[in-house]
C-alpha cells in the first residue's frame, strides 16, 4: 500500500508490504533537508514548523502610511516578508504625533496662539501658531492692532498722540 514519509519538504512516497509475517515500510529518501530560513510557506527544514528559521522577522521597516502608522516590523507570511504596521489609528490627541494616520499633527486638538510682541496682553492676528500648550510670548486672543507700542491696545489709555491708544 502507498506510504507519505517524512513532514513538510522533505516529504516522500513509500510503500508498506507484508514480508515475513509483518508489515514493512520502505521510504524514498526525499530531499535533502535544508534550512528554513526562506519565506516560502514550506516547512523546509522537515520539522514540522513553516518557515521558523527565518531571520528576517522583527526588523524595523516603513509601510509607507502616516504618523504612528508608519512604522512596522517585518514577518513572514508565507507568502514572503512584509512590513506589518505597529500601531493602528487613534483619536488625535495634542502630543507631537500623527494618532490618527492621516498625515497632519495635532491638527484638530492643538490651540492657534498669537505673537505678542510688545508684552500688553493682547496679540497680532498677523503672526500665529498652532501648539499644544501656550508658548512664551504667545496669547489667545489676536486683538493688538499695534503689536509693537505697549501703550496701544483695547483698553488703553487714549492720550493726546495721534494715536489710537485703545
Do not use: H, M
Request: hydrophobic share 25%.
Amino acid at each position: 500500500t502507498p506510504l507519505t514519509c517524512g513532514l513538510g519538504a522533505c516529504a516522500a512516497a513509500g510503500e508498506r508490504r507484508c514480508e515475513a509475517g509483518g508489515w514493512r515500510e520502505r521510504c524514498v529518501p526525499g530531499r535533502p533537508a535544508a534550512d528554513d530560513a526562506t519565506c516560502d510557506g514550506v516547512d523546509d527544514d522537515c520539522d514540522g514548523a513553516i518557515d521558523d528559521g527565518n531571520p528576517g522577522g522583527g526588523v524595523a521597516c516603513s509601510t509607507g502610511g502616516a504618523g504612528v502608522c508608519a512604522a512596522g516590523t517585518t514577518s513572514c507570511t508565507g507568502v514572503g516578508l512584509v512590513c506589518q504596521q505597529d500601531a493602528q489609528p487613534s483619536t488625535e490627541v495634542c502630543n507631537g504625533s500623527d494618532d490618527d494616520c492621516d498625515g497632519a499633527v495635532d491638527e484638530s486638538v492643538a490651540t492657534i496662539f498669537y505673537r505678542d510682541g510688545d508684552g500688553d496682553g493682547y496679540g497680532s492676528a498677523i503672526e500665529s501658531l498652532r501648539a499644544c500648550s501656550l508658548p512664551s510670548g504667545y496669547v489667545t486672543n489676536n486683538l493688538d492692532c499695534d503689536d509693537a507700542r505697549f501703550s496701544v491696545r483695547p483698553g488703553g489709555a487714549e492720550v493726546c498722540n495721534g494715536l489710537d491708544d485703545n
